[in-house]
């Protein structure tokens, strides 16, 4: 009797597992929007009030800096800059 009680146990618990396991693989990704919004109010601290809504519209309404912008901006700002020293400040420039 013990035995049936420790196999119908063990079979119910590795159900369990299973089902969380599909679960988990089936929920929702957070969209680029929730990502966009944890982000923010990560950011945004320990701001209360009036400082935090703003903060909040500001960062939320932002747009995130295309490829070709960063590009763009790294590459005004190198300036003169030759060689490796431009290689190496457009490296850490783009990886921003």
Do not use: H, W, Y
């Not at 420790?6 to 929702?28: E, N, Q």
């Amino acid at each position: 009797m013990k035995k049936i009680i420790a196999i119908v146990a063990l079979a119910t618990s590795a159900f369990a597992g299973a089902s969380f396991a599909a679960d988990a693989a089936s929920a929702p990704k957070a969209t680029a929007q929730q990502t966009k919004m944890a982000t923010c109010n990560k950011e945004a601290g320990d701001m209360k009030g009036d400082e935090r809504k703003a903060f909040m519209s500001k960062c939320l309404s932002a747009k995130k800096q295309t490829q070709q912008d960063k590009m763009k901006t790294c590459n005004k700002e190198a300036g003169d800059k030759k060689g490796d020293a431009r290689k190496a400040f457009m490296k850490e420039c783009l990886s921003k």
